[in-house]
């Protein structure tokens, strides 16, 4: 599971995403406008800048922006700059201890093997998918809900 911060962290992005000619927007508004905690937002999207996805300007027209455009910019990157990539199992840790906290041989262990086979998947997908790609999604997605004529008795 993605944790709090990256999920607002997307949802930021995606609202960042959506202005028009990436202008620059306030923390407040960002914060109110998504119903994300703002001292928790200004956390998330100081790491978000620091991980060089977004740029801020301080003082009148100030904000914050995207870095690049939203094709360019990655679910795994996200993830990585939030979470620090993501395991499913312990023996797949993103620290390179690949040990085993039963002692067994993650070479020669079933579940290690099918786990990693999971992660590399997910990984690949994390990978190929952009912000632009999850915004077109939901827009997609919304007008599809949008067109659906409900006629209950």
Not at 44 to 72: F, M, N, Q
Request: glycine share 8%.
């Amino acid at each position: 599971m993605i944790s709090k911060k990256t999920k607002y962290a997307l949802m930021a992005l995606s609202f960042l995403a959506q202005q028009p000619d990436n202008r620059p927007v306030l923390i407040a508004d960002l914060a109110h406008t998504e119903k994300i905690p703002k001292k928790f937002l200004e956390f998330i999207l100081l790491s978000l800048r620091k991980g060089g996805l977004l740029l801020s300007r301080t003082g009148k027209g100030g904000g914050y922006r995207l870095a690049h455009e939203p094709s360019e910019i990655t679910i795994a990157s996200v993830i990585k700059i939030l979470e620090g990539g993501f395991s499913l199992v312990h023996c797949l840790n993103e620290n390179g201890l690949n040990s085993c906290e039963e002692g067994n041989d993650p070479s020669c262990c079933g579940i290690h093997l099918i786990m990693s086979d999971v992660k590399d998947a997910i990984t690949s997908v994390l990978e190929a998918t952009t912000l632009a790609d999850m915004i077109h999604k939901a827009e997609t997605e919304s007008f599809r809900k949008s067109q659906i004529i409900d006629y209950s008795i």
